[in-house]
């Protein structure tokens, strides 16, 4: 079972942070600690503008958030790391290890979405709520799959 989420997006401004904050929304039946990570932090920064309305809008605050580079350390054997775009498995790969392929998935492929969580960076406001919208059915399926894995490995 996952003892840890960790959400990768290219810059950990936007969607990786509006996933997490998703998720914890969710009613989980194990603990979890949940991550939100980037690929490229050159330096700490805050939640994407038109993110943080949209999920202030939604009755989630994420004040104070800073994002932070995704690293080798932030993934032992029990994490569950999701990317939102097949195109970032190299580069997460490149960071965590080869050998941490199987526990590096697709965020929308895990819960059966055909279409991959598109990035709105640069877009109109309207765009991250549609963003948001996408990612909070795609976080609701993950959420009843991550608490079907606890009840497998519970009846092992």
Same mark, same amino acid.
């Given at each position: 079972?996952?003892?840890?989420?960790?959400?990768?997006?290219?810059?950990?401004?936007?969607?990786?942070?509006?996933?997490?904050?998703?998720?914890?929304?969710?009613?989980?039946?194990?603990? /979890?600690?949940?991550?939100?990570?980037?690929?490229?932090?050159?330096?700490?920064?805050?939640?994407?503008?038109?993110?943080?309305?949209?999920?202030?809008?939604?009755?989630?605050?994420?004040?104070?958030?800073?994002?932070?580079?995704?690293?080798?350390?932030?993934?032992?054997? $029990?994490?569950?790391?999701?990317?939102?775009?097949?195109? $970032?498995?190299?580069?997460?790969?490149?960071?965590?290890?080869?050998?941490?392929?199987?526990?590096?998935?697709?965020?929308?492929?895990?819960?059966?979405?055909?279409?991959?969580?598109?990035?709105?960076?640069?877009?109109?406001?309207?765009?991250?709520?549609?963003?948001?919208?996408?990612?909070?059915?795609? /976080?609701?399926?993950?959420?009843?799959?991550?608490?079907?894995?606890?009840?497998?490995?519970? $009846?092992?």
């Amino acid at each position: 079972m996952w003892d840890k989420v960790v959400f990768v997006c290219k810059s950990g401004t936007c969607r990786a942070p509006m996933a997490a904050a998703l998720l914890r929304e969710c009613s989980l039946k194990q603990e /979890i600690e949940i991550l939100s990570r980037g690929l490229v932090v050159l330096f700490p920064e805050p939640l994407n503008q038109k993110a943080s309305a949209v999920l202030i809008s939604n009755g989630i605050n994420l004040e104070g958030y800073m994002s932070e580079q995704l690293l080798a350390e932030d993934v032992d054997d $029990h994490t569950l790391v999701l990317i939102m775009e097949e195109k $970032h498995m190299s580069q997460v790969l490149a960071i965590i290890g080869e050998d941490k392929l199987p526990q590096v998935q697709v965020l929308t492929t895990l819960v059966g979405e055909e279409l991959e969580i598109m990035d709105p960076y640069g877009a109109p406001l309207p765009s991250y709520g549609l963003c948001f919208e996408s990612l909070s059915k795609t /976080i609701k399926k993950l959420a009843a799959w991550l608490n079907e894995q606890g009840e497998e490995s519970d $009846h092992e």
